[in-house]
């Protein structure tokens, strides 16, 4: 007999979760997640779990150590409650970017976030555009990684644009740059750059051609924008017609948005992954894509044993 579906929802990206249950056809699933005047996490399951097949929605997006809490704590009271499954759904999965030994004395953080994932409970782990893919490895459980690469991919098809080029910003995304290219029909070109310190880099040269065309910059996040602003300024320079971006993550932190809004950017295509404040998401070269049907087609089909893989196919 299969187990009852049920989706719960933590303070990250509650609207997500909210258009993901209206495509499954679920009422989201009722507790109480708050927090004490000192900042501690608190949460009560207000409905009964016991046995059933549970999927918590929470990207560990800015604040980040909040959220992270927030979906450890709420993991740990679903097992004590008797869960029979559960499945963190991480559209974004903060710390992403410490998956390695950079520089001598630092720690993995990706790898810490999934030993404290493990250790609260979680059965399996739904992920969208890891920012390394190596982090699946990272686990001892079942990881589905999804692309948020169809919806992307519709939207660009969408614009109609002609002498298109796809542009990884860095040899690092080349694969998924590729991978757009293909479905698209496109040019494939490189931005060779080389990064100084966090957040900060440098861009060196353009590896293809660009003169007269439409390019498209294609990365998993953006952040503080100085990489895609400098990757438009040198795609500008080579003779390229338009700059357009898209990125699955859009955290725009720091000067993220008062660089986007000196740059010559035609427009940028984000995913609803991390949720966007009003003035950031009332940008008007912002186009902000909802991943909510993809994530919800990827939970119905873990629930019901069917491939994940055949999303991408």
Same mark, same amino acid.
């Given at each position: 007999?299969?187990?009852?579906?049920?989706?719960?929802?933590?303070?990250?990206?509650?609207?997500?979760?909210?258009?993901?249950?209206?495509?499954?056809?679920?009422?989201?699933?009722?507790?109480? =997640?708050?927090?004490?005047?000192?900042?501690?996490?608190?949460?009560?399951?207000?409905?009964?779990?016991?046995?059933?097949?549970?999927?918590?929605?929470?990207?560990?997006?800015?604040?980040?150590?909040?959220?992270?809490?927030? =979906?450890?704590?709420?993991?740990?009271?679903?097992?004590?409650?008797?869960?029979?499954?559960?499945?963190?759904?991480?559209?974004?999965?903060?710390?992403?970017?410490?998956? #390695?030994?950079?520089?001598? #004395?630092?720690?993995?953080?990706?790898?810490?976030?999934?030993?404290?994932?493990?250790?609260?409970?979680?059965?399996?782990?739904?992920?969208?555009?890891?920012?390394?893919?190596?982090?699946?490895?990272?686990?001892?459980?079942?990881?589905?990684?999804?692309?948020?690469?169809?919806?992307?991919?519709?939207?660009?098809?969408?614009?109609?644009?002609?002498?298109?080029?796809?542009?990884?910003?860095?040899?690092?995304?080349?694969?998924?740059?590729?991978?757009?290219?293909?479905?698209?029909?496109?040019?494939?070109?490189?931005?060779?750059?080389?990064?100084?310190?966090?957040?900060?880099?440098?861009?060196?040269?353009?590896?293809?051609?660009?003169?007269?065309?439409?390019?498209?910059? $294609?990365?998993?996040?953006?952040?503080?924008?100085?990489?895609?602003? &400098?990757?438009?300024?040198?795609?500008?320079?080579?003779?390229?017609?338009?700059? =357009? &971006?898209?990125?699955?993550?859009?955290?725009?932190?720091?000067?993220?948005?008062? #660089?986007?809004?000196?740059?010559? =950017?035609?427009?940028?295509? $984000?995913?609803?992954?991390?949720?966007?404040?009003?003035?950031?998401?009332?940008?008007?070269?912002?186009?902000?894509?909802?991943?909510?049907?993809?994530?919800?087609?990827?939970?119905?089909?873990?629930?019901?044993?069917?491939?994940?893989?055949?999303?991408?196919?």
């Amino acid at each position: 007999m299969k187990s009852e579906l049920k989706v719960f929802s933590g303070n990250g990206n509650p609207r997500l979760a909210e258009a993901i249950c209206r495509y499954l056809r679920l009422p989201l699933g009722q507790w109480k =997640l708050s927090q004490f005047k000192d900042g501690e996490v608190y949460c009560q399951i207000l409905e009964n779990v016991r046995g059933t097949d549970v999927f918590v929605i929470q990207p560990t997006c800015p604040p980040v150590n909040e959220a992270l809490m927030e =979906l450890l704590i709420a993991v740990d009271a679903l097992k004590r409650s008797s869960a029979a499954r559960i499945t963190a759904v991480i559209p974004y999965y903060g710390y992403a970017r410490q998956d #390695r030994k950079d520089k001598p #004395r630092v720690p993995i953080s990706a790898k810490l976030v999934a030993d404290l994932l493990q250790a609260a409970g979680v059965n399996r782990v739904l992920a969208m555009d890891l920012h390394a893919p190596a982090i699946q490895g990272f686990f001892d459980v079942p990881v589905d990684h999804l692309l948020a690469a169809p919806v992307m991919l519709e939207w660009i098809e969408q614009q109609r644009y002609k002498n298109l080029t796809i542009v990884s910003p860095d040899a690092g995304g080349v694969e998924r740059a590729r991978f757009h290219a293909k479905r698209l029909g496109a040019d494939l070109a490189i931005i060779d750059k080389r990064r100084i310190e966090a957040n900060v880099a440098e861009t060196m040269n353009v590896i293809g051609e660009v003169s007269g065309r439409t390019c498209v910059i $294609v990365d998993d996040l953006i952040d503080t924008a100085g990489t895609f602003v &400098g990757s438009i300024d040198a795609l500008k320079k080579k003779g390229a017609e338009a700059v =357009l &971006g898209c990125f699955s993550h859009a955290v725009l932190s720091g000067p993220a948005m008062e #660089r986007l809004a000196k740059a010559d =950017l035609e427009v940028m295509a $984000v995913t609803d992954t991390i949720p966007l404040p009003e003035d950031k998401a009332s940008f008007s070269k912002i186009k902000v894509l909802s991943v909510a049907n993809l994530l919800g087609e990827a939970i119905a089909r873990i629930h019901s044993s069917s491939s994940v893989s055949s999303l991408f196919v």
